[in-house]
Structure formats: C-alpha cells, structure tokens
Nanobody
C-alpha cells in the first residue's frame, strides 16, 4: 500500500523559494497519477499541480503557473514541487496525493486514493 510522506516545508520570505518532496516510504509507486493540493486556514483544499500516470504531462493551477514546477523520479518513488517567487497567498498546508490508475479529473481531490500528512509552507510579507 502506498504511504506518502511530504517534506521540505518551512518559513520563507516573499519572493523566496522552497522545494517540497513527497516520497512513498514503501517504494511501491511506479506509474501513478500524482498531485499536490494545498489548504489555507478557513479555506477549502485546492489543486496546485498534477502529473499524469505516464508522467508525460503536468498541469498547474493558474495561481502558480510559471512559478511552480512539478517533477517526479520514479526510481526514487518521489514527487517534487519546486516553488519560486513565493507569495504570502501561497501560505498553506501542502498535501501530496496519489492514484494508482490514470485519471482525467486530475484537479479534483476525490480522484486520489492516497494522501500524505501535509507539510506547512509559510510565506511572510
């Protein structure tokens, strides 16, 4: 069974960068549909970025497009999110999600079966 563990969150000033990692601690995932979501206090969980089952395509929310980059290393069962030009509105708990099958509804949280525990990202102004 997939067990996702996020790392790399922290406190950064506006304009700074952070890199998040999401590892499957049991090294079970090979070709999974995967994504990052985030949830700010008092707000719903929102889509950030996704990579398709084959790894051939990535998708981003408009709010992060051009600033965030999603990548995956299947050999390490690890998903990465590089976040540049961070803004205070990026402050949230970031969650990694995985689906062992292809999905076309990659921006929807119910499309994913496995979730990490979340990592806090705080961007100060």
């Amino acid at each position: 069974q997939v067990q996702l563990v996020e790392s790399g969150g922290g406190l950064v000033q506006a304009g700074g960068s952070l890199s998040l990692s999401c590892a499957d601690s049991r090294l079970t995932f090979r070709s999974y549909s995967m994504a990052w979501f985030r949830q700010a206090p008092g707000k719903d969980r929102e889509f950030v970025a996704a990579i398709t089952y084959s790894g051939g395509s990535t998708y981003y929310a408009d709010s992060v497009k051009g600033r965030f980059t999603l990548s995956r290393d299947i050999s390490k069962s690890t998903l990465y999110l590089r976040m540049n030009s961070l803004k205070p509105e990026d402050t949230a708990v970031y969650y990694c999600a995985a689906n062992p099958f292809p999905t076309t509804t990659w921006a929807l949280a119910p499309s994913y079966d496995y979730w990490g525990q979340g990592t806090q990202v705080t961007v100060s102004s």
